[in-house]
């Protein structure tokens, strides 16, 4: 994905939570101005937005909701389920697994790894726990879309390293190290830590 | 803050993590190669990163952890405490106030807010839920120097209005909403819904 492309489809997913929560409401059509509010964009830049995967709006009436809705979706790939394995059974892992927005949006978590004998047989979210050393046979005989790394800072570059090779194509990493992939390899990374870093620097060295 | 600076601030902060351990584990010192293994960069980039803040390392030596790690917690400002208001109390809101990195790293939750009234009054993390209608009279007494946002989508811009308006210049952001501030003022967004989404889109999109 490129650069352009990540801060598009972040767009992308904004204006579609919107549409979500308007389809439920049973709001027939939205404007451009009303989009571009949850977007932080402009109007023109949503037009723009939407133009480029073809278009679906009409002047003067805005938006159909849930056909733009659907567009988004398939956009975005949520019109598929997608096999997510987890790795590190901690306290962050184990709240992850459990978390209902995977379920909701598609992302099945099928499996859960850990290094530690101590962890492995324990249940998670009603899956047991297995041990690491088996993640690239069982990738073998059942490929995973995606996997979540939730292991400690220093075990987490290795773990991509066996997951790549075994085929993962996508990472939502919340171990605080930057993981080196290879080209076609996606990233995303959740460190609460590196975003209450950033406002303390900025409050540090804020103007006064 | 600039966007170049936030870059560099992101790697700050996974050189920061990094020390912490070593600090733990009793490492008297460390490589720039090391350094740039947890902060996705090259050790090149490592040495111009910290010499822009100071000149740290020797050469053949490495650089003295305790002195690094001390002199990153300082340029992150983390070597003053924050006084944190949280707007929202609902599962993400009461979830975020018992989160123990916030007091771990500086940030304290003086005060969380709701609008709904049957949330008032009600203890999180031992704190009474106040009326969201107090925000402005509380800061006017008592000054905080970051809001965490965790309202419902369409209630956030308001909320972030009031709170700019009443001297917040910082945001930590959970509402699936771009927000909209002035020059000045730092938002981080927090927004597990994107960050899966870009996943999908990636692997939707992805070159067989």
Known sequence: MRDVAASTVRRLSLYLQFLDQCE???????????????GGASP??????????GSFGRRGVGYNVPRLAGRL??????????????????????????YPGFRARGFDVVAVYDADPARIGALVDGLAVRSADR????????????AVIATPAEAAQGVADRLVRAGVRAFLNFAPVALAVPRGVTVS??????????LSYALHHAQP
Do not use: C, H, W
Request: aromatic content about 4%; charged content about 25%; hydrophobic content about 55%.
């Open 44 to 53: 023109a830049q949503v037009r723009k937005d939407l133009s480029f995967f």
């Open 189 to 198: 990374d959740v460190n609460m830590a590196l975003e209450l870093e950033a």
């Open 73 to 98: 979706r398939e956009i975005l790939g949520l019109v598929r389920r997608y096999r997510v394995v987890l790795v590190g059974a901690g306290r962050v892992g184990a709240a992850l697994a459990a």
């Open 135 to 146: 993640v690239e046979a069982d990738l073998a005989a059942e490929p995973a879309d995606i």
């Open 24 to 38: 439920k409401a049973g709001t027939a059509t939205v404007s451009s101005g009303a989009l571009a509010e949850r």
